[in-house]
């Protein structure tokens, strides 16, 4: 029977998984306080992977993911992930984080900056062991990789877990949101150096330059559009600095990520915007996640990969945590605060694994710490919302404070 069935035939097999499995995981167990639908989806793409339902059942595994397929869901997932980083671009509000740049600027820096500095001791100690570190990398490139991504906080998630919370419109919301937004913009410079390529520079340079050019152009031009007109020219956009971004050697998810910075929210009507984010998660993005999870690997062991990751989780939910309540020490925060406020942004599903993904797409990592590092992502998105409701029903009043 398998001999018969063409590839897209087993490639619609491998949709109809992709969907069913997490969803019925999601509805019939009834995760959403503790594992929402996008981190079931996530896991199910690890499960469904080479080390788990590859392990388990080999012949299976290699029936349904053969290499015609998993290129067709690898470019699905590559413009599902392109619109959604872009969407994550256009919604940075710099403008407020400017109004407020005391206040952002200290507490965006000490929630980036501590996690950072804890992620890239970790990374050090994983230097003592041989397997992590990526063939391509520098020294300095591994340990501020994975330094960065236990830093991360992933803001299209967090909006979507405020949403639920029912604190996203709110003043605190609205705070943490302008944190967000400018650890986004460092984490994505960031990214940059580490993916500058001393051999390529004069490329990168022109890109800069051409895409600042470009950019002046594209708001000129889209001033002049109608609405419905800018959301077509947005995609030809992001489709264009993405080719452009990863000739240049920066990866195209720097390009989609500037391709939206420079796009103002203001230009679409929010209400079509969350509609676009929510039917990209809904509709292609867990292709994403599935081809994410085709890319883990075991091979130096589960228990070394779970210790890696443990190691992982406690610096950056600690170092999170910590960085947030000096910030609530500097700017006189009532109690509690800083502890709702660093639980949020612990938030790293989504970001942290679109950002592993380019450090292992540049073999900076190997698959052995970008399995690490999915499985930290995956624990500290889900301990937000358990943790955080109960302080959110003891501390009403901080909902409303705006500053």
Same mark, same amino acid.
């Given at each position: 029977?398998?001999?018969?069935?063409?590839?897209?035939?087993?490639?619609?097999?491998?949709?109809?998984?992709?969907?069913?499995?997490?969803?019925?995981?999601?509805?019939?167990?009834?995760?959403?306080?503790?594992?929402?639908?996008?981190?079931?989806?996530?896991?199910? /793409?690890?499960? *469904?992977?080479? @080390?788990? !339902?590859? &392990? $388990?059942?080999?012949?299976? =595994?290699?029936?349904?993911?053969? #290499? %015609?397929?998993?290129?067709?869901?690898?470019?699905?997932?590559?413009?599902?992930?392109?619109?959604?980083?872009?969407?994550?671009?256009?919604?940075?509000?710099?403008?407020?984080?400017?109004?407020?740049?005391?206040?952002?600027?200290?507490?965006?820096?000490?929630?980036? /900056?501590?996690? *950072?500095?804890? @992620?890239? !001791?970790? &990374? $050090?100690?994983?230097?003592? =062991?041989?397997?992590?570190?990526? #063939? %391509?990398?520098?020294?300095?490139?591994?340990?501020?990789?994975?330094?960065?991504?236990?830093?991360?906080?992933?803001?299209?998630?967090?909006?979507?877990?405020?949403?639920?919370?029912?604190?996203?419109?709110?003043?605190?919301?609205?705070?943490?949101?302008?944190?967000?937004?400018?650890?986004?913009?460092?984490?994505?410079?960031?990214? $940059?150096?580490?993916?500058?390529?001393?051999?390529?520079?004069?490329? %990168?340079?022109?890109?800069?330059?051409?895409?600042?050019?470009?950019?002046?152009?594209?708001?000129?031009?889209?001033?002049?559009?109608?609405?419905?007109?800018?959301?077509?020219?947005?995609?030809?956009?992001?489709?264009?600095?993405?080719?452009?971004?990863?000739?240049?050697?920066?990866?195209?998810?720097?390009?989609?990520?500037?391709?939206?910075?420079?796009?103002?929210?203001?230009?679409?009507?929010?209400?079509?915007?969350?509609?676009?984010?929510?039917?990209?998660?809904?509709?292609?993005?867990?292709?994403?996640?599935?081809?994410?999870?085709?890319?883990?690997?075991?091979?130096?062991?589960?228990?070394?990969?779970?210790?890696?990751?443990?190691?992982?989780?406690?610096?950056?939910?600690?170092?999170?945590?910590?960085?947030?309540?000096?910030?609530?020490?500097?700017?006189?925060?009532?109690?509690?605060?800083?502890?709702?406020?660093?639980?949020?942004?612990?938030?790293?599903?989504?970001?942290?694994?679109?950002?592993?993904?380019?450090?292992?797409?540049?073999?900076?990592?190997?698959?052995?710490?970008?399995?690490?590092?999915?499985?930290?992502?995956?624990?500290?998105?889900?301990?937000?919302?358990?943790?955080?409701?109960?302080?959110?029903?003891?501390?009403?009043?901080?909902?409303?404070?705006?500053?």
């Amino acid at each position: 029977m398998h001999a018969a069935l063409t590839t897209s035939e087993i490639f619609l097999i491998a949709m109809t998984l992709i969907f069913t499995i997490p969803y019925l995981i999601w509805r019939v167990g009834r995760t959403e306080y503790y594992a929402p639908l996008v981190v079931v989806q996530i896991i199910t /793409g690890i499960l *469904l992977g080479p @080390g788990i !339902l590859g &392990a $388990a059942f080999p012949d299976y =595994y290699n029936f349904v993911f053969t #290499p %015609q397929v998993i290129q067709s869901l690898n470019g699905i997932a590559w413009w599902a992930v392109m619109i959604f980083v872009w969407i994550a671009g256009i919604e940075l509000d710099l403008r407020q984080a400017w109004k407020y740049r005391r206040e952002s600027g200290i507490t965006a820096g000490l929630a980036l /900056g501590t996690p *950072l500095l804890f @992620g890239c !001791l970790a &990374a $050090a100690g994983m230097l003592m =062991y041989d397997g992590w570190m990526g #063939p %391509q990398a520098y020294t300095w490139q591994f340990i501020a990789g994975v330094g960065m991504a236990c830093a991360v906080t992933a803001l299209p998630i967090l909006i979507l877990f405020m949403e639920k919370l029912a604190i996203l419109r709110q003043p605190i919301g609205q705070r943490i949101l302008r944190y967000a937004s400018m650890d986004d913009v460092a984490i994505w410079g960031v990214l $940059a150096l580490i993916l500058m390529d001393w051999e390529r520079v004069g490329r %990168q340079a022109g890109f800069l330059i051409a895409f600042a050019v470009a950019s002046y152009l594209f708001r000129k031009l889209m001033l002049w559009l109608e609405e419905r007109d800018r959301w077509y020219v947005g995609l030809i956009w992001l489709a264009a600095c993405g080719l452009a971004a990863d000739w240049a050697g920066l990866h195209f998810m720097v390009g989609a990520f500037l391709a939206g910075a420079v796009t103002d929210s203001h230009w679409f009507d929010q209400k079509k915007m969350d509609l676009m984010r929510h039917h990209v998660l809904l509709v292609i993005m867990p292709v994403f996640f599935l081809s994410t999870g085709l890319r883990t690997n075991w091979a130096m062991g589960g228990s070394m990969v779970f210790i890696a990751a443990a190691v992982l989780l406690f610096a950056s939910v600690s170092g999170k945590l910590i960085g947030v309540h000096a910030a609530g020490k500097i700017l006189k925060w009532k109690p509690g605060e800083a502890s709702l406020i660093g639980w949020l942004l612990q938030t790293k599903a989504l970001i942290m694994i679109i950002f592993a993904n380019i450090l292992l797409d540049k073999q900076i990592i190997t698959s052995e710490t970008f399995t690490a590092l999915l499985l930290m992502a995956v624990a500290s998105t889900m301990l937000t919302v358990p943790v955080v409701s109960p302080k959110l029903e003891r501390m009403k009043e901080i909902i409303f404070r705006s500053k």
